[in-house]
C-alpha cells in the first residue's frame, strides 16, 4: 500500500484530514453522514428508501480521492485539479481491506452506545455490505475500477457507482456495478461549461457517448440530476432528451446542498426546496413520461422510473 504523501502535497492531505477523510495511498473512506443517522437514529440515506441497500453497512470510498477531470461548482468536496491518476497505484484488494479496516476505526466510537444501538446493529455495521463508490474524485480514473468492483462481488458486496460519464470507454469495458450512476448537470454545451468546468477536452461529446452507450450495459442504471436553482432548473427538453438517449431504470432529480467547499463557489439562494425540485422534476417528466416512484424531503430528492415501481420503493 503506498503513502497518501506519495501523491498528495501535505496541504492537500491536511485539508481532507480536517474533514474526517481517512487517506491511504490514493484513496480514502469517510462515514457517510447517512451510515451515522441509520446506527444512532435508525433514519438511513434515500437509497436505502429507495434501492434497499443498508445505509449501517455502507463503506463511503473513493480509489481516487483527489483525481477529478471536472471542477463542478456544486461539489461539497475540496476540489483539486488533477486529472491525471497516478502511475503507480494499489490493487483492487489492499484497497477494500484497508477500506474496511479504517471504516472499523471511524466506528470504534460508537461501541460506548451499544446498549441504544444494539449488538446486531453494531457487528453489522463493522461487516459493510454496500459499497458506495462515490465519496470523491472520478472513479473511473482508477486504472483497476472493473476489478476493484469485481473484488467487492466476490465479498458479497452491493455496489453503487458515480460516474461523470467522460470515460465511455471504461465503461464499455469494465465488470459493471450494482447500480450505475451518471452525473447530468447540464442540459446542453454552454451549462457543462458553466457548471461542470471540465479539465479535459471534447467532455461534452464524451458524456454523450456515455448516455447513448449506456441501454446497451447489463445492470441497473440510474441518472442523477443536482438541481441548482438559478443555474440549471430550466431547459426540461433539452434534459429529456438526454436521458431518453441513455433510457436509464431510474432518475434521480436531487437538491443541490450547501454544504462543504461548494459553499465558496455558490450561494444559499442557489439550494431548492423539496418543492421546488418535485415541480422541476415534474416539468422534465411531461417530456420525459416516466413513472413519479418516490421522493425523499430530508433529501430534497425525487425519483422517476421507466418501469411502474418494480422495486419496493418508500418514500419520507
Ligand atoms: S448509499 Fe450514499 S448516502 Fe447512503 S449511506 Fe451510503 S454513502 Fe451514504
Not at 497518501?4 to 481532507?16: G, Q, V
Not at 450494482?178 to 477536452?201: C, D, F, G, W
Request: overall charge positive.
Amino acid at each position: 500500500m503506498h503513502n497518501p504523501s506519495d501523491y498528495m502535497p501535505a496541504e492537500l492531505i491536511a485539508m481532507f484530514k480536517r474533514q474526517q477523510y481517512k487517506l491511504f495511498g490514493h484513496s480514502a473512506v469517510k462515514l457517510c453522514h447517512w451510515t451515522k443517522s441509520a446506527i444512532y437514529r435508525n433514519k438511513p440515506c434515500y437509497k436505502q428508501l429507495f434501492y434497499g441497500i443498508e445505509s449501517h453497512r455502507c463503506l463511503q470510498l473513493s480509489p481516487g480521492v483527489a483525481w477529478c477531470d471536472q471542477n463542478c461548482s456544486f461539489c461539497w468536496r475540496p476540489l483539486t485539479k488533477y486529472a491525471q491518476f497516478p502511475k503507480q497505484f494499489d490493487e483492487p484488494a489492499e484497497i477494500i481491506d484497508e477500506a474496511i479496516k479504517q471504516q472499523r476505526i471511524l466506528l470504534s466510537g460508537y461501541g460506548e452506545f451499544r446498549e441504544k444501538i444494539g449488538e446486531k446493529k453494531l457487528l453489522e455495521a463493522n461487516n459493510p455490505s454496500q459499497a458506495a463508490i462515490s465519496l470523491a474524485g472520478e472513479p473511473t480514473l482508477y486504472p483497476k475500477i472493473g476489478e476493484l468492483v469485481e473484488e467487492f462481488e466476490k465479498r458479497k458486496f452491493t455496489t453503487f457507482l458515480v460516474s461523470n460519464g467522460l470515460h465511455p470507454d471504461v465503461l464499455e469495458k469494465m465488470l459493471l456495478p450494482t447500480q450505475l450512476y451518471l452525473s447530468l448537470e447540464a442540459a446542453n454545451p454552454r451549462m457543462h461549461k458553466e457548471i461542470n468546468h471540465p479539465l479535459v477536452k471534447d467532455s461534452w461529446e464524451l458524456l454523450n457517448e456515455s448516455l447513448v452507450l449506456l441501454p446497451s450495459l447489463k445492470t441497473r442504471k440510474a441518472i442523477r440530476i443536482t438541481a441548482i436553482k438559478g443555474l440549471n432548473m430550466s431547459n426540461e427538453e433539452e434534459f429529456a432528451a438526454l436521458i431518453q438517449k441513455a433510457s436509464p431504470d431510474f432518475c434521480e432529480i436531487k437538491a443541490y446542498m450547501f454544504v462543504g467547499y461548494s459553499r465558496k463557489r455558490l450561494e444559499m439562494h442557489n439550494m431548492p426546496l423539496h418543492s421546488e425540485v418535485k415541480q422541476f422534476a415534474e416539468r422534465i417528466n411531461k417530456h420525459l413520461g416516466y413513472h413519479f416512484s418516490g421522493e425523499s424531503r430530508p433529501s430534497r430528492v425525487v425519483l422517476l422510473s421507466k418501469k411502474k415501481n418494480n422495486l419496493k420503493i418508500k418514500s419520507n
